[in-house]
């Protein structure tokens, strides 16, 4: 069955960097776009972007350009979402999202991750 | 940019029926996607291109849209349906994926 399992929480102060994985098992990874939504305190939910699973060509929504970084590993079917310069506001859940079409009137999140929180603070 | 607007909050009895509304301009041209966020755990795809039940979805979960607006209709409400749902579109005009401001659902 698919799945996408992140990893654990992190605690980081202003300044630093963190890397969140998202490892996907029981399909062709590079099959499927991934995407990353951000879920910040008492907050909706936040479309960050995607990356294209078969070229690594990333594309990011406004806002998250700069200190926002999505990358890949094919060889263990994993997505990363690093993020530099880390800011007190950064302080969220961050949940990775696989996107399909069943249609040709668009795409969908069919499977997430259960989502990573982080937590900016000095 | 696309905005899609839903009500904060519905509570609903046990057994009786929810309808969570998510409005945008001229919503009823696009495919809209519906996800339950509860703590802790993964979101789940309740409702996909409007109507369309993902395997293991209950009949209880149907939807519509229309006009300027989206439904989310759970009936026979259960306790477990207690959440936090979101509507989501792909909006081509400008290739964003657009999520709802989303609707905590209390049993």
């Known amino acids: 069955q698919v799945q996408l399992v992140q990893s654990g929480s992190e605690l980081k102060k202003p300044g630093a960097s963190v890397k969140i994985s998202c490892k996907a098992s029981g399909y062709t990874f590079t099959t499927y776009a991934m995407n990353w939504v951000r879920q910040a305190p008492g907050q909706g939910l936040e479309w960050m972007g995607w990356?294209?699973?078969?070229?690594?060509?990333?594309t990011y929504a406004q806002g998250f350009t700069g200190r926002f970084v999505f990358s890949l590993d094919t060889s263990v079917d994993t997505a990363y979402l690093q993020i530099t310069s880390l800011k007190p506001e950064d302080t969220a859940v961050y949940f990775c999202?696989?996107?399909?079409?069943?249609?040709?009137?668009?795409?969908?999140?069919?499977?997430w991750g259960q989502g990573t929180l982080v937590t900016v603070s000095s | 940019s696309y905005v899609l607007t839903q009500p904060p909050s519905v509570s609903v009895a046990p057994g009786k029926t929810a309808r969570i509304t998510c409005g945008g301009s001229n919503i009823g041209t696009k495919s809209v996607h519906w996800y339950q966020l509860k703590p802790g755990q993964a979101p789940v795809l309740v409702l996909s291109y409007d109507t369309d039940r993902p395997s293991g979805i209950p009949e209880r979960f149907s939807g519509s849209n229309s006009g300027n607006t989206a439904t989310l209709i759970i009936s026979r409400v259960e306790a477990g349906d207690e959440a936090d749902y979101y509507c989501h579109l792909w909006d081509g005009d400008s290739d964003l994926h657009v999520f709802g401001t989303g609707t905590k659902v209390t049993v």
């Open positions: 999202a696989r996107e399909t079409s069943l249609a040709a009137t668009g795409t969908v999140f069919d499977f």
């Open positions: 990356i294209n699973t078969d070229t690594g060509t990333p």
